[in-house]
Every structure is written in structure tokens, then in C-alpha cells.
């Protein structure tokens, strides 16, 4: 089949003859005078025929592109942003020249060959505004009023909003949207689906804002909420006798707001038996992880007292036993958050890293995963000093505190365990300045006039520079000083402090 091609403009006359199948179509912008008519075809407006097309038809990438046509289309949101960068005469010429498919990837607008296919294409989107599009079947006419929405030149169907829409943007054709009408309103008898506004009573709980049926009205107040039985009921029976007031009120003709909760529901969580101040905090309090895990065992015995020692994993407020260790401990996390903290006592924390996962201080054995949740439960808090009034040997080799009665792996550990547990940050450093003096034992004399400093057998430039380094490093002063310090003394070594000493 071929198909006639010829410009409308009469000068100057010219007529081609090319095919469908390896003829490219662009179309051109409103203000470009000349266009091409076609034949035996629907009228598309503005399109030009590329002189540089390839000698061979492209290859397509699906099995429908062989007999497709190729369009290249403007776009036409673009068409302002394009007019005012780019000379109308070059906007007709890169209409008429561009070819997407040339075997070497070339744009004869900017002079320029790319290695791949993608770039070239992506170089032909952003600057020239062109955008391809496929059909497949490109010879049929589309019925804009098909009854399945149709559309013969893409083969496929859409639904009654899309189909005009796509006729409009894709192929140029306007047609009146449908008015879809609103779907008739079913009577709620019982037969058929319930509205969205049903005439039967729904509970509706004040904080949350929202309505529940009435099976699940109790489960929400007792889960999220926390509250107990009797109130619940309360709750309930109020939520009846509003719901009837409200429909009095409606066929009377006059309006009657939603109930609220009083304050006491609004900030009481009975699961966790506190009060907060104010509703944002307790709604932040319902967020939390003990309240997250949905609806949970209610409370029987709030005053009994819970053994996490169980060897029956049994739970003493709830009433009811677990099957194992790890389950009744996140039972007891969500649900009694309050009964974990009060296990810390007066006995020695054993090592994490044990290869026996045993912990002295509550007498159990535990499995790896729950030892290290377990262990870093104690140390939440600051050791218990065992030995308060031991000294403690900062130069020793096994890193061990007297006072803690404990071994540490490095020198970094004792010492972050001596300054933030013992707070003995200027002893600390102390001892580490006495490490470095070569001759302990020797004495300064501070009359010498070479200002030689005999334990750490060094010179000085000046007399009270040699004072200053005697009393920071050594703790040594002249006897017109004094032998002692105090605490406000010019050299405090306690709290590290270097200030020169006054010398009269």
C-alpha cells in the first residue's frame, strides 16, 4: 500500500511517494506555515517527512513494532519553553532533519554522533522536545464512541474516564466526556450493602475520634485504652443513650454534638496504673511498645506480686503460665513494665562475655539472645561499689579495681571505669605522669642554677618554669612554699588545673 504525499504551499510544488512501513512522521509546532496533507488516512496536522531517514526499517524491540508507524510528536507543554530558547527557523529545521532511528546515532541540528541508542534517544527528549510513540495497528480508524472503549491504532481498552482523555492527548481527537451519573442510594432494609451513613447505633469512643462496631467497641477500650470492665460497660451504655438522644434531636430538627470522655478516662491507664497530666502525653504514653502489641490479657489481680523467677513461667496478676522463658519475659515487658526495674541488688553482675550464660547476681542460666537483653537490663545504672574504701592500684597490669572487685580487658576500659565510676580523673592522670619519671626517688633542687630537674633528668630555661613543672608533675614545692597544698592553692592537682605558682 503507498500512500501520496504533497505540501499544501504552492511554491514550490513537490510531490514523494514513500511507504508506511519505513516512513517517519513528525509533527510540527502551530506556528509552522506549510504542512502535509495525507491520504487515505486520518488528517494529522502538521506533519513532515525527514529527508535523512534510515536505508533500512529499524529494528523493533517488541514483535507488534514490524508493521508499526513511528511518530515523532512535539510536545506540547514544552512548546513555550522551546519557543523562547530555540530561533523558529531552527525549530522547523530540527522537525524535518532529527532522526531517531540513523544507524550512527546522529543529530544533524547539532552536529553530533553518540555511542549508544539510549543517549541519542535522551538527547532528542530534552533538547529538540521530541517524544516517540509506536502504534499498533497504525491503518485502522478508531470509533470514538465504541461501547468497550476501544481504541483500534493501540489495541487495548480503557475505562469510560481515561478513554477520552487518551484519545485527546495521543491521537488528537476531542470527544465530550461522559457525564457519569452518582450511583443510586440502596435502601439499608437488611438485603443489601450498608451505606455509608448506616441508621443502626455504632459506638464511638471521644478520644480516637472514630466509630467501631459493637464487638470490637469493647476490645479497642480494653486494649488500647486500658480501661476496666465496669467502665467499659458504663461506656457503652452511655454511647446507646447519646446515639437515641442524638436521633431525637435529628427529628426534632435541631443538632446535638458528639460526647466527650471525662478527663479521668482521658488521661487513666489502668494497665499501667498511672495518671498522666495531660491528654498529649497520655496518647503518647498508648504509642509506646506496651501498648502496641494489640489486645492483651487482662488484669485479674493488680495487686499481686510476680515472681520472674517462675519455674513454671506463671504469671501472678494474670493468672496464667507460659510455655516457656522467653515468651513469659515478653510478657511481662509489655504488660508489667514496672516489675523489671526492681531487680537490681548488691551482688556481682557476671561477664558477658562468659561462654556459661549465667548471671550470680539473680542465681539463673539463660540462652545467649535473652543473656544480652538481660545483661544490659542491670546495666542501666551505675555499678554497686563492692568495696568503697579500698585503694585502688592504677598501675596495675590486670586492670583491676579494688573497690569494684573487678577485671578489666584494656587500659581504655579502667580507665573510662576509674574517672566516670569513681570520678578520680586527677589521680588518674597522676599516675600516669609518675609513670614517665625516670628516677623517682631523686630529689629537686631548686637552688641549682642550671635549673636541673634530677627525676626526670631535664633542664629549664627559667626558675619558674622548673617550679611550675615540679609541682604539677611531682607535687613537689621549695620549702619557702610549704610542703602541703590546698585546695585552693595555685597548683590544685584534683582538679587538673595548671596554673602557674606565684613566686615572691
Not at 48 to 72: F, G, L, M, Y
Not at 180 to 190: H, I, Y
Not at 391 to 408: Q, V
Request: charged share 30%; proline share 6%; net charge positive.
Amino acid at each position: 500500500m503507498e500512500t501520496r504525499f504533497c505540501k499544501e504551499d504552492p511554491e514550490p510544488m513537490l510531490k514523494q511517494e514513500f511507504s508506511f512501513e519505513d516512513t517517519l512522521l513528525y509533527q510540527d509546532e502551530e506556528d509552522h506555515e506549510p504542512f502535509i496533507k495525507v491520504e487515505n488516512e486520518e488528517c494529522i496536522k502538521g506533519m513532515i517527512v525527514s529527508e535523512h531517514r534510515p536505508q533500512t526499517p529499524p529494528r523493533p524491540t517488541r514483535e507488534w513494532r514490524d508493521n508499526a508507524i513511528v511518530s515523532i510528536e512535539r510536545q506540547s507543554k514544552y512548546d513555550r519553553l522551546f519557543q523562547s530558547k530555540v530561533p523558529s527557523n531552527e525549530r522547523a529545521a530540527a522537525a524535518a532533519t532529527v532522526d531517531p532511528f540513523h544507524p550512527q546515532n546522529y543529530c544533524v541540528m547539532c552536529d553530533r554522533t553518540f555511542a549508544r541508542q539510549d543517549r541519542f534517544r535522551s538527547h532528542i527528549r530534552r533538547v529538540h522536545l521530541l517524544t516517540v510513540r509506536y502504534f499498533k495497528h497504525p491503518y485502522e480508524t478508531i470509533d470514538p464512541n465504541h461501547p468497550d472503549n476501544y481504541c483500534a491504532k493501540c489495541g487495548r481498552n480503557y475505562t469510560d474516564k481515561y478513554f477520552p482523555k487518551h484519545l485527546h492527548d495521543v491521537h488528537g481527537i476531542i470527544v465530550e466526556a461522559p457525564k457519569l451519573g452518582t450511583p443510586r442510594k440502596r435502601r439499608n432494609d437488611g438485603r443489601g450493602k450498608k451505606s455509608k451513613r448506616p441508621s443502626h447505633h455504632r459506638p464511638y469512643c471521644a478520644m480516637c475520634r472514630r466509630s467501631y462496631s459493637k464487638g470490637y467497641y469493647r476490645r479497642h477500650l480494653r486494649a488500647i485504652h486500658g480501661l476496666r470492665e465496669d467502665v467499659i460497660k458504663r461506656l457503652v451504655a452511655q454511647s446507646k443513650r447519646d446515639f437515641l438522644a442524638r436521633k431525637m434531636a435529628k427529628a426534632k430538627g435541631t443538632t446535638k454534638k458528639r460526647p466527650h470522655v471525662s478527663v479521668e478516662l482521658l488521661t487513666d491507664c489502668t494497665r499501667c496504673n498511672r495518671t498522666y497530666s495531660s491528654r498529649v502525653s497520655f496518647l503518647q504514653h498508648l504509642k509506646t511498645k506496651a501498648h502496641s502489641d494489640g489486645i492483651t490479657m487482662s488484669i485479674k489481680y493488680s495487686n499481686a506480686e510476680i515472681d520472674i523467677f517462675h519455674p513454671d513461667y506463671f504469671c501472678a496478676k494474670c493468672d496464667r503460665a507460659y510455655a516457656s522463658a522467653h515468651t513469659f519475659w515478653c510478657h511481662l515487658q509489655r504488660n508489667h513494665l514496672s516489675t523489671l526495674c526492681n531487680t537490681r541488688s548488691a551482688v556481682k553482675i557476671s561477664n558477658k562475655r562468659a561462654p556459661i550464660y549465667y548471671c550470680p547476681k539473680c542465681d539463673r542460666y539463660y540462652t545467649e539472645d535473652i543473656f544480652k537483653q538481660h545483661f544490659t537490663n542491670h546495666r542501666t545504672s551505675k555499678p554497686v561499689i563492692m568495696n568503697p574504701d579500698a585503694e585502688i592500684d592504677f598501675n596495675s597490669p590486670d586492670f583491676y579495681c579494688a573497690r569494684c572487685d573487678k577485671h578489666y580487658a584494656s587500659q581504655e576500659s579502667f580507665k573510662t571505669h576509674i574517672i566516670w565510676t569513681h570520678n578520680l580523673a586527677g589521680e588518674w592522670y597522676q599516675a600516669v605522669r609518675e609513670r614517665k619519671v625516670a628516677h623517682p626517688e631523686a630529689e629537686i633542687d631548686f637552688s641549682d642554677a642550671d635549673n636541673y630537674c634530677a627525676k626526670c633528668d631535664k633542664k629549664w630555661k627559667a626558675r619558674a618554669m622548673l617550679l611550675e613543672h615540679a609541682a604539677i608533675m611531682h607535687g613537689v614545692y621549695p620549702p619557702s612554699m610549704g610542703e602541703g597544698r590546698s585546695d585552693h592553692g595555685p597548683c590544685n592537682l584534683r582538679n587538673g588545673k595548671k596554673v602557674t605558682p606565684l613566686i615572691k
